[in-house]
């Protein structure tokens, strides 16, 4: 769950690294710990994040304690409350790696106010729990303007203009494309870059940020990004240029969900002729440009085989040459899976039958290898594992889904089921694309499931001409406007009929967060993508708009208002009226929130309060969420039969020991502020609920 951060802007300065031991003489202790800045700008933007490293040698033990912030020139604590009770800023990013963010505003927690910090020094200091009389610190200096330097990512469908820049080689002979992000508080500023040394086939454009290198230039570089008229404000970024260069084919991969595609590399000298014998290592890279290992955006082998994951995107390859320092990198476009069930829909009468079947198609619409589905009917009915299904005894409607888990997609339709005579609609898959025809054939169907004797069927669009149009033979043409349109078939007969949704597509406008959870105040950088199969050139500016009064700007920036509450975020398309939401749930601080273990990584169902449904003698997992910028932990507990074990903020409730129509009620209380908690409504029913019992590791 995404929480916006408060921030300030920070340039820092090492401080040194002497210890004062008991009694006020100075040593030097076994037990060394040394503080470092991570990155080489000189501030960051306001909003942005001071983050460091921290070394602790000496000892097996490297764990650390942050003493409180505090003024360098008074040394003032920055954070002291009543009660002796301190707020420690400081949040570990990663393994010796932690992050300071600065309040920007006045920051509140419960009901103490901590005012903005004025402009100056400031110290963060952190001493070894081994031997605390061992400690070092980084000197932190506050101001009103950054620059950072970022390299452009070369476009592409999910371009975000730039990304962070790391130290980064540079093959000879090539170029690269800088820009420099400029903030000044209350104004705007320019930048200027320069590079050092001069002279040695490395130059830079003072203004555009170009990197120009000669097929002779190598070693290591410096290029520096400045504001005009404030040159004390900078940012540093190392370029190595090394001999050779690393060439990926293919150069626009793509593959399709959990599916592969093979990349081959060649490393050239900078004559372009080919390097025989040097081999490359792959990497999936993160946004911000270093090696994932989590495989969340899929996986590379020591061939250069790349699998997907289980989700669509724009993922980034690696491929690195050990001997010469250079590399490359390339985007793999990950198209999404699906499962395709015909008939799409269906009407029966009661306890009549549905013959379904279902495909897995890949982003190109091409069969899969592995077609196998597990079928359902979880509203009521019965379906066999060939796609058989049986209607209840009880009219209504019933979905039927086919599950694959090779993709991890699900297809979905849905039956009426009537005590008439009934009409089903055949086709293939739903889409069609504008201007595009399909077409139906129609059944008229007894009570009995058996061909009733009048077949006359008379085809229909639903809202008339502008939705699209269908001939007597069942030829629907689609219309001009993407969207979803019904097609209907009417057996006058009888006056059974059908209805048959078509989805209308070109333009598909997408907000790839499925939600986010915010305090008063807090912002967001929403970001959307608009992709067209008729214009991949499609442009990519869209229109952004909130509900309930809540402030969006023009690039996306969304701040949260005041009030709590569910806001709604648009994004429309300038070219066509497409367009994709996003629920932003808008919480008090310390707010206590539960979801379903299943949905952890789904915003929009994070919760104060759940109702679920589940049988004795089964086992099921919940999380707990504390919406605050300090962070926070729960302590769950139970009201009634039953067991709970928890992990982290994780329980796994276990219903053994309880009877059909008892409830049980588990509390999830914040450590912080026990006033505040959620609750998880369990109501126990014979045949209901899901038997996972795994605790996987908490979604943070």
């Excluded at 942005?48 to 650390?64: H, K, M, Q």
Aim: aromatic residues 6%; hydrophobic residues 40%.
């Amino acid at each position: 769950m995404l929480f916006g951060l408060l921030t300030w802007v920070v340039c820092f300065v090492i401080c040194g690294c002497g210890f004062s031991g008991k009694g006020g003489s100075l040593f030097r202790p076994d037990v060394i710990v040394a503080l470092s800045p991570v990155g080489a700008a000189s501030g960051v933007t306001p909003g942005g994040e001071f983050r460091f490293s921290v070394a602790v040698s000496g000892t097996p033990n490297r764990s650390v304690t942050f003493d409180q912030i505090e003024d360098a020139a008074t040394g003032r604590k920055l954070f002291a409350m009543p009660g002796d009770v301190e707020q420690k800023p400081v949040l570990d990013v990663g393994t010796g790696e932690y992050v300071w963010t600065v309040p920007s505003a006045d920051v509140r927690l419960n009901t103490d106010s901590f005012p903005v910090i004025p402009a100056g020094s400031y110290r963060i200091r952190a001493r070894s729990n081994a031997e605390p009389s061992s400690s070092s610190s980084i000197l932190v200096v506050v101001s009103d303007a950054t620059i950072e330097i970022r390299i452009d990512d070369g476009g592409g469908p999910d371009s975000q203009g730039s990304i962070p820049a790391n130290p980064t080689n540079l093959s000879a002979g090539d170029t690269l494309d800088l820009k420099a992000i400029v903030t000044v508080v209350g104004g705007g500023g320019t930048a200027e870059f320069s590079v050092e040394p001069t002279g040695q086939g490395v130059s830079i454009d003072s203004g555009t940020g170009i990197v120009t290198t000669t097929t002779t230039a190598s070693g290591t570089f410096l290029v520096k990004a400045s504001i005009v008229g404030n040159p004390n404000i900078f940012a540093l970024l190392t370029v190595t240029v090394v001999p050779a260069k690393v060439v990926i084919t293919p150069a626009n991969p793509t593959a399709s969900v959990l599916g592969t595609v093979q990349l081959t590399a060649k490393v050239l000298d900078r004559f372009n002729n080919e390097i025989h014998g040097n081999q490359v290592t792959w990497d999936v890279l993160d946004g911000a440009g270093n090696p994932d290992l989590s495989g969340t955006r899929g996986t590379i082998n020591a061939s250069g085989l790349y699998t997907a994951p289980n989700t669509g995107g724009l993922f980034r390859v690696r491929a690195t040459n050990p001997q010469t320092g250079a590399f490359s990198t390339v985007d793999i476009l990950v198209k999404d899976a699906r499962v395709v069930i015909t008939p799409n829909g269906a009407s029966l009468t009661v306890n009549g039958t549905q013959d379904f079947n279902a495909q897995v198609l890949d982003a190109n619409d091409a069969l899969i290898s592995d077609q196998t589905v597990t079928w359902a009917a979880p509203d009521g009915g019965t379906v066999d594992s060939d796609g058989l299904f049986t209607a209840p005894g009880t009219p209504g409607q019933y979905r039927v889904t086919a599950t694959s888990a090779a993709v991890g997609r699900t297809g979905t339709v849905t039956v009426l089921v009537t005590g008439d005579a009934v009409v089903v609609i055949s086709t293939g898959t739903p889409d069609v694309r504008i201007g595009g025809t399909k077409t139906f054939t129609a059944q008229v169907r007894d009570g009995l499931g058996n061909p009733a004797p009048d077949q006359t069927i008379n085809w229909s669009v639903v809202g008339g001409a502008g939705n699209g149009s269908i001939n007597a033979s069942g030829v629907y043409t689609a219309p001009n406007t993407p969207g979803q349109y019904q097609v209907r078939a009417d057996n006058p007969a009888t006056g059974a009929f059908a209805t048959f949704t078509v989805v209308v597509t070109d333009v598909i406008v997408d907000i790839p967060e499925l939600g986010v959870t915010l305090l008063p105040g807090q912002t967001y950088d929403f970001d959307a993508s608009v992709t067209s199969q008729s214009d991949p050139g499609i442009s990519q500016n869209v229109t952004w708009s909130a509900s309930g009064g809540a402030s969006i700007d023009a690039n996306g920036l969304f701040t949260a208002p005041s009030a709590p509450g569910v806001y709604v975020v648009t994004a429309t398309s300038t070219v066509v009226p497409r367009s994709d939401t996003v629920e932003v749930t808008v919480v008090a601080e310390g707010t206590v929130l539960v979801a379903d273990e299943m949905d952890a990584g789904d915003p929009t169902r994070h919760v104060a309060g759940l109702v679920v449904q589940m049988p004795p003698n089964a086992i099921r997992s919940f999380q707990a969420f504390v919406a605050s910028t300090i962070g926070g932990s729960v302590i769950w507990t139970k009201a009634g039969n039953g067991s709970i074990t928890q992990v982290g903020d994780v329980v796994r409730f276990n219903s053994t020991g309880t009877a059909n129509n008892q409830t049980v009620t588990l509390t999830a209380r914040s450590v912080n502020d026990p006033t505040k908690f959620a609750t998880v409504t369990i109501q126990i029913r014979t045949g209901n609920g899901n038997a996972d019992g795994t605790i996987r590791r908490p979604i943070r």
